[in-house]
């Protein structure tokens, strides 16, 4: 049986850009696309003609286990329920192995050392762009050497990281290496409504990556659609609202707090910034419990505060002064993604965030930040960024759920 026999027999219709990765006999094929490109079927089924020859050995490594899982599963499904070969004895996920000896296993690398072990004929790294170069280098690439294994490398990029230099192997024609590069509305599969749902709900680079399949650049300005005309006002809680606070620690760096709340629409007001360096907890906490008290006067109601996780000190010093806190969200680009996605302008013209024109040291530091030269995770250049981590905490904490495992976004 050759390939395209295998796939009319699964019913398996490889899209035009599909094909193309299919057709290449690279040894190290480098496939990076948009979400929901198909890359985890196109690679789950480029190693399946392998699985049913005989015996082989392969792995499918992915940052975390459940990065694997499509890839896994789709190999399961069909060996045991398309084609109908009943698994060896003993084979439980993440394992498979076929009635031949066949035998895959999917694998995390959040641990590289125990990605030490035998030599193995395929590897797949699922979602590479997000693995560690490390892991790779030290303890993966030389799996493949004994047997002259092949290496897949399905991806949605993540910056200009190692991965980017592997997709250039291909590109410049290096002998054994193949690489494509696709958006997502290439595959036909997925409805335009999708895609245009996503272009209107994501900041314009991180569209470019996430649906475009780009190695987009992420230089200048992080918040670039901060636009002070449009989301800077003079703003006033109505009675009844309710007040949230976020919080990042500073003594010698300024500790800021940020007070916040939704309006009907669920669009974020900033409403004041208490931004001070040198200050021990304690004046914090009192100056705090005095805005708070002013909410209140107003008629206001005072909600949760979050604060930087990693202050575990700091937050109990609060506590004990009377300012409770929940622990923040800290994790950095998902965070400052939902900043700029609340940035964008709604349906009806107006953006989901907006700041009160007293809040300076908020809105200069938004102005300011700016994303460093090649870092690899992605991050902003070293600069003032006290307020923008209470307002990432902020906006969160006060995000409705987004179901990025839906969207296919990856933080
Ligand atoms: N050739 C194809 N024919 C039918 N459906 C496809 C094809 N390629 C991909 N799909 C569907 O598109 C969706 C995304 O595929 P998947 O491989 O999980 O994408 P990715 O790994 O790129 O995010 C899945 O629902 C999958 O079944
Ligand atoms: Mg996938």
């Known amino acids: 049986m050759n390939q395209a026999e295998l796939f009319e027999l699964l019913r398996y219709f490889p899209h035009a850009a599909q094909l193309k990765f299919h057709a290449s006999d690279a040894r190290f094929k480098v496939l990076i696309a948009g979400a929901r490109f198909g890359k985890s079927v196109a690679s ?10 005989g015996p082989t050995r392969g792995w499918l490594v992915a940052p975390t286990y459940a990065l694997a899982t499509p890839e896994f599963n789709y190999l399961r499904d069909d060996m045991y329920r398309r084609l109908d070969a009943t698994p060896a004895q003993g084979t439980a ?3 498979l192995v076929s009635p031949w000896g066949g035998d895959v296993t999917a694998l995390s690398a959040h641990q ?33 050497a004994t047997r002259s294994g092949r290496l897949l490398v399905p991806t949605t990029p993540h910056g200009h990281n190692w991965i980017e230099q592997l997709y250039e192997r291909g590109r410049e024609g290096e002998p054994g290496w193949d690489s494509f590069q696709h958006a997502t509305w ?33 230089a200048g300005r992080v918040y670039r659609e901060f ?22 620690f500073g003594y010698t760096a300024p500790f800021a707090c940020l007070w916040g709340t ?18 021990g907890i304690q004046q914090h ?15 206001c109601r005072v909600g949760p505060a979050w604060a930087d996780p990693a202050g575990a000190l700091e937050r109990k010093l609060l506590s004990d002064a009377g300012v409770h806190t929940l622990k923040a969200d800290n994790r950095l680009l998902g965070g400052i993604e939902t900043v700029r996605q609340r940035m964008l302008k709604r349906e009806d013209g107006t953006p989901g965030l907006h ?55 990856l933080w």
Request: proline fraction near 6%; glycine fraction near 6%; charge should be negative.
């Open 285 to 299: 906490a009192a100056l705090i419990q005095g805005v708070d008290r002013g909410f209140r006067d107003a008629g």
């Open 227 to 248: 636009e002070p005309a449009l989301h800077v006002g003079a703003l006033v809680a109505p009675p009844g609202a309710w007040i949230y606070k976020a919080i990042d």
């Open 355 to 409: 700041i009160d024109s007293g809040c300076r040291n908020l809105l200069r530091e938004l102005e300011d930040c700016v994303w460093a030269e090649r870092a690899d995770p992605p991050a902003p250049a070293p600069g003032d960024d006290h307020a923008l981590d209470a307002l990432r905490y902020l906006c969160v904490a006060l995000s409705r759920k987004v179901d990025w495992q839906n969207r296919g976004t």
């Open 93 to 95: 996920p993440p394992r």
């Open 186 to 218: 290439e595959n036909p599969n997925v409805s335009a409504s999708e895609i245009e749902a996503a272009r209107r709900s994501l900041p314009e680079d991180t569209f470019a990556e996430q649906y475009g399949g780009v190695f987009a650049s992420r």
């Open 262 to 279: 939704l309006d009907a629409d669920g669009r974020l007001m900033v409403l004041r910034e208490h931004y001070q360096s040198g200050w």
């Open 112 to 144: 590289p050392e125990s990605l030490l072990g035998q030599e193995i004929d395929w590897l797949i790294l699922c979602e590479a762009a997000h693995l560690k170069r490390d892991a790779f280098e030290r303890f993966l690439r030389a799996r493949l």
């Open 44 to 53: 789950a089924r480029e190693t399946l003609l392998e699985l049913l020859a």
